[in-house]
């Protein structure tokens, strides 16, 4: 009589398979969070680097704000180009040669001949530098996504520590260049961020696995532009929201502090690093202060970005009026800043969300690159406009430079509530969008 042996039943490959993603997926997001991080940090560095050097070189604030033209002039057309290249070529492949663009930027401020560091010369640097930033941005956070999966919840919460960190990253990038340039000086200090950036390339070169996502050979450039009204409503307040900040904040603020108050470069790259901490901490906790309107049947629509924007052009309002009548100029210039901070943050979640929720999940990156693309224009035309109004207001009283360009933040502002008047408000039901602030600034 001959006995049959039924064999073990192997353990279930999909089960071995999807652990061994898991652990694959997770090594993953932590390499891209770190070339991220890495980027950001040095990001936030150079700027104060420049701002800072330049200025003590008797550059006037408009031929500071033009050293930046390029910067964000190449930030609208990595957006424009970069979710292209990202389908098409993969996310790695981007995600790597934004990382190689920082460093030949920083490569080209730190070995140049000093004599050479003209206004041209650094706005080419600047030009890679913008380049080098989107690149990254784009493809870690749209990695974010390919790594995490489909779970919400493990989406939401890679997601949200990806986007809380970077503008605390940011920030302590800003006092980092403000002390590099105290202790070592303008071209040492940018040694020293490109072998930052170096190792950050080399490390996830070589620890990463398998590809992030799949390049489609078939993308079209064409559908980076949106069809979509209520898309293309939000990237134009998004211009105006942006460039209510940057236009006191980037260029005129700091100068502020330095030129008026009297701050030293540390002290001043400090409070811009607080300060943008502070923000990114707000933004992150955006989520979760407005959690149960999100999660029931009244999530943010046009209405609430609306509120929001109105809201939001009273305090540069209050500190120009502070400043016209000599109130505390620090205490309300410092005060007003903090407060404008909290309230831009919510103005800045909302907008994320509704990018997601206006949009189709078959065209997310593409909606997303131009959502991004809208928010450089904005970035862009507030630096040029810091540095020109600034100027024009030096010639007018002591605090005329920030007086002039916190009235142009207002009317900004406006023109974000006004436009925003025209966005639908009710969503119409469909797979819940990932989470409030997860694409964050």
Same mark, same amino acid.
């Given at each position: ?84 290249? =990202?389908?098409? $070529?993969? +996310?790695?492949?981007? /995600?790597?040669?934004?990382? !190689?663009? %920082?460093?030949?930027? &920083?490569? *080209? ?61 940011? =920030?302590?990038? $800003?006092? +980092?260049?403000?002390? /590099?340039?105290?202790?070592? !000086?303008? %071209?040492?200090?940018? &040694?020293? *961020? ?66 008026? +108050? ?7 790259? !400090? ?171």
């Amino acid at each position: 009589m001959t006995t049959t042996r039924t064999p073990q039943a192997p353990a279930p490959l999909g089960e071995a398979e999807a652990l061994a993603q898991r652990h694959t997926n997770l090594r993953n997001y932590v390499l891209v969070t770190f070339a991220y991080w890495a980027d950001t940090l040095t990001d936030g560095a150079i700027r104060m680097l420049v701002l800072f050097y330049f200025y003590q070189l008797g550059f006037t604030p408009l031929q500071v704000a033009s050293l930046f033209l390029f910067y964000e002039i190449f930030g609208i057309l990595t957006n424009l180009f970069g979710g292209y290249l =990202g389908a098409r $070529f993969g +996310l790695k492949t981007t /995600l790597f040669l934004g990382l !190689g663009t %920082q460093i030949f930027a &920083l490569s *080209l401020l730190a070995l140049a001949p000093p004599s050479l560091l003209v206004v041209p010369y650094v706005m080419l640097a600047q030009a890679f530098s913008g380049i080098a930033k989107d690149l990254t941005k784009m493809s870690s956070k749209s990695a974010v996504k390919l790594v995490a999966g489909e779970t919400q919840g493990q989406l939401y919460t890679w997601v949200s520590v990806l986007t809380g960190s970077k503008n605390a990253i940011k =920030g302590v990038g $800003f006092f +980092l260049g403000a002390l /590099l340039l105290t202790l070592i !000086g303008f %071209q040492l200090a940018m &040694l020293v *961020l490109a072998v930052l950036v170096l190792t950050a390339l080399v490390t996830t070169a070589l620890l990463m696995r398998g590809d992030l996502g799949t390049a489609n050979k078939k993308a079209k450039f064409t559908q980076m532009f949106s069809h979509n009204r209520a898309v293309n409503l939000l990237a134009a307040a998004r211009i105006f929201l942006f460039g209510a900040r940057d236009v006191w904040f980037v260029v005129a603020l700091p100068i502020f502090f330095v030129s008026v +108050l009297g701050w030293d470069f540390w002290l001043a790259g !400090g409070f811009m690093a607080a300060w943008t901490i502070g923000y990114g901490v707000v933004q992150a906790a955006t989520p979760r202060l407005i959690r149960r309107r999100v999660e029931g049947n009244h999530e943010p629509d046009g209405r609430t970005a609306t509120m929001l924007a109105f809201a939001l052009a009273l305090f540069p309002a209050a500190i120009a009026f502070a400043l016209m009548n000599a109130l505390a100029p620090a205490f309300s210039v410092v005060t007003g800043l903090i407060i404008f901070g909290i309230v831009f943050a919510f103005n800045s979640a909302v907008h994320s969300y509704l990018i997601l929720a206006y949009t189709d999940s078959d065209k997310v990156a593409m909606n997303v690159g131009f959502y991004y693309m809208a928010n450089a224009m904005g970035r862009l035309a507030g630096t040029v406009l810091s540095g020109l109004l600034y100027q024009i207001g030096m010639s007018l009283s002591t605090y005329g430079g920030l007086i002039i360009c916190l009235w142009a933040s207002v009317a900004f502002v406006l023109l974000a509530g006004l436009i925003s008047l025209l966005l639908p408000r009710h969503i119409a039901p469909r797979t819940r969008p990932l989470a409030l602030g997860d694409l964050g600034e």
